[in-house]
């Protein structure tokens, strides 16, 4: 069986009006006019890098998948640990069944991928314990000598988590994965908008700077194809996650909780033992209570809110029960689940003021909200030898991708929400 590659990157942070500048520059036009490709993708919720990625590579939606956030419910923990590992995905994913079709694999800071079953493996984690550092817990959840190789040879490019320093170094491993023909399925997270986004909001010239910079990476990776021979045979997909909207204030419930009694706090201000919770997803929040069960307990918790919310601009656009949260992909083990009005996010603190401007200590941009806010699409294309060219598909969810992508590896991932686009093919 001739094995042609497949490639997924993935632009962490962008959205329609990303696409349309994308659009304008040339390798991005370039891929484009010879692919197949939707501006109007629909994202899921919480609409958050893991939970996303995730729906990606499986077509679930996050209760299905399980990474039903990019945290963990740590509320003791001054940083929660997030869901790096593949043994928290639910069911089959692309990378897994391109493994079975005889592909190498590989990845490169994709999320959720720890101590996967992938050849070339770069997982996305960071070091959250004061005995670790980074170089370890890379080295245990992803491929040793790869790594090591990796960093011995392009790890003078990095400068922690810092960008677009990250992405720098990400590209060269792809780079070299390319050239050294070492795989065949590859997956690279660049993560360069995202982080413009969050730092300086989601329209400032650093996010455009960012762009400028995919679309020379993309370059890049699109010469070395054409250098090697493989260009035409390849499957080229570049995607979004969801995109980011500018943010004026964040929002503290579990400082409400605190002064309510619903939380307590030791003397060095750390949460010691709790009734309620909130557990951030940025622009929407889950609302957990300790005692599920507690039907007086979920009636002042939501009268408590509604309260605020209403003292404070109606800063809560939405207050989800349960059985509407899972409707959208919601944690199913959540009481509520919160959405914030725009301008708004949600943060986990417990210090100083219920609602703080952002700006110095807190991101300008975030994600995390509902699919239906507006201008909140992001976008897909793909470019291969069986799929159609300068073809738009007028819309679409993040749920299709996993299964379009099963098709071109002669597959099918089962459990999926989300459909082929047949449409595409030739």
Known sequence: MTINPIIIISLDGS??????FLSTLPNFKTLVDSASYCSNVKTVYPSLTYPAHTSIVTG????????????????????????????????????DLAKRKGYRTASVLWPVTGKANIDFNIPEIFSNRWWQNQAMVSIYSGSKFFQLLMDRKYGYLRDGKKQPNLDNFSMECMLYLIENRKADFLMLHLIDLDSQKHQHGAFSPQSKEALLRHDERLGRIFSLLKDTGTFENSTIIVLGDHTLLNADYVIKINKLFAEHGLISIDNKGRIQD????????????????????????????????????????????????????VLLGGDTRCTFMLESKEGFYFVNDIKDEIIEATGKVHYKG???????????????????????KNYNIEEMSLLDEGPTIAKILDGTLEGTEGRVLEEIFL
Not at 15 to 20: A, P, T
Not at 302 to 307: A, E, G, M, R, T
Request: charged share 30%.
């Open 15 to 20: 959205g329609k009006k990303d696409f349309e």
């Open 60 to 95: 679930k939606s996050p209760n299905n998948h399980g990474i039903i956030n990019n945290i963990l419910i740590q509320p003791k923990r001054k940083i929660a640990d997030w869901f790096w590992f593949r043994k928290d995905i639910k069911g089959d994913t692309i990378y």
């Open 274 to 325: 709790w009734t309620a919770y909130m557990n951030t997803c940025d622009g929407s929040a889950y609302i957990y209570m300790k005692d599920e069960e507690d039907s007086s307990l979920k009636n002042q918790i939501l009268n408590l809110i509604q309260k605020f919310s209403k003292d404070h601009s109606d800063c809560i656009e939405e207050i989800l029960s349960s059985e509407e949260a």
């Open 366 to 388: 975030s994600h995390g909200y509902s699919p239906g806010k507006n201008e909140y699409d992001t976008f897909f294309v793909i470019k291969g030898p069986r799929v159609k």
